[in-house]
Structure formats: C-alpha cells, structure tokens
T-cell receptor, first 114, second 111 residues
Framework: NAGVTQTPKFRILKIGQSMTLQCTQD?????MYWYRQDPGMGLKLIYY???????DKGEVPNGYNVSRSTTEDFPLRLELAAPSQTSVYFC?????????????FGAGTRLSVL | GENVEQHPSTLSVQEGDSAVIKCTYS??????FPWYKQELGKRPQLIID?????GEKKDQRIAVTLNKTAKHFSLHITETQPEDSAVYFC??????????FGAGTRLFVKA
C-alpha cells in the first residue's frame, strides 16, 4: 500500500513550457486535491475532485488544469509556466468512509520556473 | 467565504516547556478538526484529530480541545522536544471533501 504517489519529485521549467504533475493513489479514495505551498506559507487549494469525471476549482486555479478519468489518478497540468508558479505542489486524497476528512498527502513536487 | 484563523504564526519555546496553538473557524457545519505536522521539506502528516461530539482528546504529549460554541479549537504540546520543531496546520472539515486549512504555526523548540 503506497498511499499517494507523486512524480516527479523535482522539476525545473523554462517560462512558457508545459508539464504535467502526476498523482496516483491506491487507497480507493473518492476525493483528491491539489495544493500549492509557497516558501514559508500555508496550503492553497488549486483544484479538487469528488470522483472520476468530476473536478472543480479551488482557491487558486488560474494557470492550471486537471482531469480525473479514473479513481486512482489526478494529474495537474501547467500549460504556460510562469515564475509565479514556482512552488511545492502537494497532491492529497481522502475517503468518504469511516475516516472521512483525513487527508493523505503525497511527498510533493518541487517546481522551479526560470 | 469560510476560513480558519490560526495563531500564533511563529512560536518559540524552551525544551520541556508547553506549546499552545489556537484556531478559530467560521463554518458552523464543521464537525471534524485535524492537526497536521509538516517537518522541513516533508509532507504534512496527521498527528491528532477531534470530532465535534468530543471536547478533548489526548495522545501522549499532545492534546486537542474543542469549544464548538465559541468555534475554537487548540493544540497543546507538553514537555516539548527539539523534534517537535515543525510547522503545524489546523483544519476544519465538514467530514466530506471540504477542508479549510489554517495558515500554519512555525514552532521552534530550543534545546
């Protein structure tokens, strides 16, 4: 049971490049989330999903897109990278079952846009 | 919109002293209050949680209290140790997908 797995761990992008941050979970959780965490700051919700085929915007969605074709996977797409997107990105998941509300986080992707 | 306020933003204590972090939430429908610890360069991890039908919960050196009437909840760490140094996040949830995080408290425990 690996939990929430994110790839890559680190990435450097040039301004204007695109990339996809991968997130997969093996806990059969319905809910999945993407957060960004700027240095010394808290967690800001980018997008979330309550199940396959259903996604919605969080607090800071501009510049990002997501999809949820399966329960396990929730990739985050950056289309035209900007320096303001330099951050650590965390994917998380939670269940609707007994321990509803607890979020399980991936190890994070550290992204630098130069 | 709904929010969670967390205080203080930074807390420095001497090893062995107690540390208290306080949070206030606005959504009266919140019924689940987790606390996460994030060590430097690591992911946030759940350390303790409390549900709205309980006023206090303790797990070894950490405890959480909840006052639903005042919409306050607090984290208490006793006999602090250097390894308690981290950022702590409180959160309020309605039990489903909607979880609001506080801005975090950076705790320094001086040896």
């Amino acid at each position: 049971n690996a939990g929430v797995t994110q790839t890559p761990k680190f990435r450097i992008l040039k301004i204007g490049q695109s990339m996809t941050l991968q997130c997969t979970q093996d806990m059969n959780h319905n809910y999945m989330y993407w957060y960004r965490q700027d240095p010394g700051m808290g967690l800001k919700l980018i997008y979330y999903s309550v199940g396959a085929g259903i996604t919605d915007k969080g607090e800071v969605p501009n510049g990002y897109n997501v999809s949820r074709s399966t329960t396990e996977d929730f990739p985050l797409r950056l289309e035209l990278a900007a320096p303001s997107q330099t951050s650590v990105y965390f994917c998380a998941s939670s269940t609707t079952q007994l321990r509803a509300g607890i979020q399980y986080f991936g190890a994070g992707t550290r992204l630098s846009v130069l | 919109g709904e929010n969670v306020e967390q205080h203080p933003s930074t807390l420095s204590v001497q090893e062995g002293d107690s540390a208290v972090i306080k949070c206030t939430y606005s959504d009266s429908a919140s019924n689940y209050f987790p606390w996460y610890k994030q060590e430097l360069g690591k992911r946030p991890q759940l350390i303790i949680d409390i549900r709205s039908n309980v006023g206090e919960k303790k797990d070894q050196r950490i405890a959480v209290t909840l006052n639903k009437t005042a919409k306050h909840f607090s984290l208490h760490i006793t006999e602090t140790q250097p390894e308690d140094s981290a950022v702590y996040f409180c959160a309020a949830s309605t039990g489903g997908f909607k979880t609001i995080f506080g801005a975090g408290t950076r705790l320094f425990v001086k040896a």
